[in-house]
């Protein structure tokens, strides 16, 4: 993997030695920087530290699953397939997630009377089960698409 030496980059490229194993190492990089962006700042908690944990956490086990579900470095369009079902699940995830969190906290602050200050145990727990429905929904349409490949 390449983090500096742009020019080797395109010569192996150029070349075709990279292989979906290095795409993958690629992605996850990235992933993980844009996982980052949530970085905790001087009003944070613990369950924010835990929440970019857990959030790092699953996209790294996530994606390398579907990479292993996608016949691993022998796969085929690993990237293509990724990233596609991974937008239109997260389109689907999010729009149905909207609702519901609107619903819920609102709900939490008629029952409590006040807004939560900080992030709390409870928003712990409902980012992690989205997260979690997320990635298990990506996980069964990655096999879905892998177990049609296998047939024709």
Do not use: H
Not at 65 to 83: A, H, P, S, T
């Amino acid at each position: 993997m390449y983090f500096w030496n742009i020019w080797a980059l395109k010569s192996d490229l150029r070349a075709n030695l990279l292989t979906p194993r290095c795409d993958l190492k690629y992605l996850i990089a990235i992933l993980i920087l844009m996982s980052l962006r949530n970085t905790p700042t001087e009003t944070s908690n613990s369950y924010d530290y835990l929440s970019l944990l857990f959030d790092v956490l699953m996209v790294v086990v996530g994606t390398w699953y579907c990479f292993k579900i996608n016949d691993g470095n022998n796969g085929k369009d690993f990237l293509r397939r990724y990233l596609s079902i991974c937008w239109v699940v997260g389109v689907r995830v999010l729009v149905c997630t909207v609702p519901i969190s609107i619903s819920v906290y609102s709900l939490v602050y008629i029952a409590r009377g006040e807004a939560f200050e900080g992030t709390t145990l409870f928003d712990l727990l409902f980012t992690l089960l989205f997260s979690g429905v997320y990635y298990w929904r990506v996980i069964v349409q990655m096999k879905d698409v892998q177990n049609l490949g296998m047939r024709e």
